[in-house]
């Protein structure tokens, strides 16, 4: 489970990421990011364009939080990541899902711990 301290979770912080014009984008997913001098924090958001039943959306945000939880351990810095899922996301499985996240931590330029 990600803490709260490392969650986005204000709304102020989410449409400050969000309108940085910073993006890495996937088939499965948009990546917003902004370098802050925090810890790194993410945030998740699946829309009802993406799955229409919520326990579709809940399945890709356990996804998503789990494989952010994974890579927030082995990463340092200060950033702001939002994940918001694509259509693609549906159907994917974690390996892709990690995949997405993955990439997205090295586009961003977030660095693994020594």
Known sequence: MITRSRRICKKKDISKVFYGKRLVVSPRLAIYYCQTHQRIRA???????????AVERNRIRRLLREAVRSELEIREGGFDILFVAQAGAKKAVFSEIREDVERAFFLAGIKKKK
């Open 43 to 53: 945030g998740f958001i699946v829309g009802k364009k993406t799955a229409r039943k």
